[in-house]
């Protein structure tokens, strides 16, 4: 079993890991096996692909790992595919050379070369362009690639973690990922556990980020939740997982007037001056069901004149304001369900 704790603290520490030992991240049984899973990993220079929904924690997972391998005196490289266009993609890993294109004026390395002898983080994975993939590919198999605009072969020394939320085994299956490249990366493979499944972790969370958000305002003493919100809080989803969780948290600090948060806002986009005519349309009858509600209706109706008038069919005609006749054809109609 690894010795692992439950915090950022066990990271090798210089000026480069402060980053990394910022929170409490998890004490549930989920997330303290996914740790124990990362730092069995990171001490092995392979690939490694971190699977995780937005917002649990990839790109920190990443981080981790980085500091807890060999490499962790080298530079970490971090790359957002999703940010990227896919045009920009190859030149940005690869770098180019003066003239390789228009607008280039000089020749400029590549994020494998800057991470060479370190740790480049591939966040969004999936999303790399599957001509790229291949000069990727070579890199994996003999550490060797080509600047844009260049045939001269450059020599790098990467480990690469790869992250994403996407299924990659599909992708591949479509044409959208090359297999052979994924066999490359997946030497390990570490499924990051949503929030949901994290059980006390989100409570733990929460009072950290409260506690953060309150010293950021200059407010004296650590919040407290009441008990309304602690039950939102362990009863929702938290499809934005970790993220989200932090963003509701700080925005109901920094709102709140006391010690004590009362009110928790999970949905920021809830337009209050929509309230009103939401409500008006909640309020519309669905046409269609037309005869079932005016049989409501009538029964309701009925029931309550004849209680007012105990039981005398002429006072709840009075009542009603229907001729006795008319009231008898109704009660006849609904005489089963009205009684009498």
């Known amino acids: 079993m690894v010795n692992i704790t439950t915090r950022w603290y066990d990271t090798p520490m210089n000026e480069n890991t402060r980053q990394v030992n910022q929170a409490p991240l998890g004490e549930s049984e ?7 899973q990362l730092s069995l990993v990171a001490k092995i220079n392979r690939s490694v692909l971190i699977v995780g929904e937005r917002g649990s924690g990839k790109e920190i997972a990443a981080t981790r790992l980085h500091y807890l391998s060999h490499r962790w005196q080298s530079s970490l490289v971090t790359v957002n595919c999703a940010a990227l266009p896919p045009s920009l993609i190859e030149t940005e ?35 790399i362009p599957i001509e790229v993939q291949e000069k990727i590919l070579r890199v994996v198999e003999y550490g060797t690639f080509e600047r844009v605009g260049s045939s001269l072969s450059h020599e790098v020394d990467v480990r690469i973690i790869g992250a994403t939320n996407a299924d990659l085994p599909q992708l591949c299956r479509i ?15 570490l499924f ?8 006390e972790d989100i409570l733990l969370l929460a009072h950290y980020f409260a506690s953060k958000m309150a010293l950021e305002c200059g407010f004296e003493g650590n919040p407290r939740f009441s008990q309304s919100v602690l039950k939102k809080l362990t009863t929702y989803s938290w499809p934005g997982n970790v993220r989200e969780l932090k963003n509701v948290v700080e925005r109901a600090v920094y709102r709140g007037e006391s010690a004590i948060i009362e009110k928790i806002i999970i949905d920021p986009f809830s337009n209050p001056f929509a309230k ?11 046409l269609s069901n037309y005869e079932e509600a005016k049989k409501e ?17 002429k006072g709840a005609a009075d009542l009603l304001g229907l001729s ?14 009205v009684g009498q």
Request: glycine fraction near 10%.
């Open 276 to 286: 009103r005519e939401e409500k008006k349309e909640a309020s519309l009858p669905t």
């Open 297 to 313: 209706l009538d029964i309701s109706y009925l029931s309550q004149a004849l209680k007012s008038s105990d039981g005398s069919q």
């Open 93 to 127: 890993l690869f770098g180019h050379e003066s003239g390789a294109f228009t607008g280039a004026n000089k020749a400029r390395k590549g994020r494998f070369e800057e991470a060479d002898k370190g740790t480049l983080f591939l966040d969004e994975i999936g999303l």
């Open 30 to 36: 989920a997330f303290i096996n996914f740790q124990e």
């Open 175 to 189: 044409g959208k990922f090359k297999e052979d490249l994924l066999d490359r990366l997946s030497f390990e493979v």
């Open 192 to 199: 990051l556990p949503p929030l949901r499944d994290r059980g």
């Open 324 to 337: 006795y006749d008319q009231f008898r054809g109704l009660f006849r109609k609904y005489k089963d369900i």
